[in-house]
């Protein structure tokens, strides 16, 4: 049992050692105007949205509010500006994830219409990146300024995202589909190079694969090996022998050279 159980903890620590495999993704979001979680107390005319790659003409972006109705009015590429905080992405280069670090923002400005009452508000993102992964996403606060009421004539959107974005972002092909760089010629940027594809190396998971597959193998084995029981006082230590009668030989009744007991006088 206590070997049972060294072998568990000598596998819990292999797991935690190991490290994760970072993501490969590129062209994600970077930051936001209000940023996720905070507390916006004044109307604002847009929301930013700021990716690691500029995006695809045809992203889709949303934004809701309280009552689950939209109130986002259209979105457009706005000026890049520099991240304060600097995203790191990583690109898998010859079987090894190497980073790349991104100090420019390209945003996508969402214009809001209105501001109908306070509360949870809600911006939806997709794209898709130079990789040709999707990027989605949400981007959450609450709003806790003054109402304001929608533009004269104006209604509230439901138009979904296009299908040639829908078919790049799951991945599937469509005839409305037309290449990436044919969305966005600017969509790769400068500053990361599309990823070389792995050659001859092994795949980075392999060794941490096999490390667990290990590991846990000893433990099965170490689980089915019990110590076997001893065998109790005065049990049979072979087939046909007799156990000893406990606290002594008994002697005969009568006697003590094996005769029959006299019964009575003569």
Avoid: C
């Amino acid at each position: 049992m206590r070997r049972t159980v060294a072998v568990l903890a000598a596998l819990l620590v292999v797991s935690l050692a190991l490290p994760a495999a970072p993501a490969s993704a590129h062209g994600q979001l970077a930051t936001s105007t209000p940023l996720t979680g905070t507390v916006v107390r004044r109307p604002l005319a847009q929301i930013g949205l700021y990716f690691t790659e500029k995006p695809a003409t045809n992203a889709h972006f949303t934004v809701t509010g309280p009552n689950g109705s939209r109130v986002d009015s259209g979105w457009s590429h706005g000026e890049p500006k520099r991240l304060d905080k600097p995203v790191q992405e990583y690109f898998l280069v010859n079987g090894t994830f190497e980073p790349r670090v991104y100090h420019t923002g390209f945003p996508a400005m969402v214009s809001v219409a209105h501001w109908p009452a306070k509360g949870r508000y809600t911006a939806t993102y997709l794209t898709v990146a130079s990789d040709g992964e999707a990027v989605r996403g949400t981007v959450t606060f609450d709003y806790q300024g003054p109402s304001t009421a929608a533009p004269a004539g104006w209604t509230a959107p439901t138009n979904g995202p296009d299908p040639a974005l829908l078919a790049r972002a799951e991945g599937t092909p469509s005839a409305s589909a037309v290449p990436l760089a044919t969305l966005d010629p600017a969509v790769t940027p400068a500053a990361a190079p599309p990823a070389s594809p792995p050659a001859g190396g092994l795949p980075p998971w392999l060794v941490p694969a096999a490390v667990v597959l290990i590991v846990g193998t000893i433990v099965v084995v170490a689980a089915r090996r019990r110590p076997t029981a001893r065998p109790s006082r005065g049990a049979t230590t072979s087939r046909g022998a007799v156990p000893r009668p406990r606290g002594g030989a008994s002697r005969p009744r009568g006697g003590t050279n094996g005769r029959p007991a006299r019964r009575g006088r003569r």
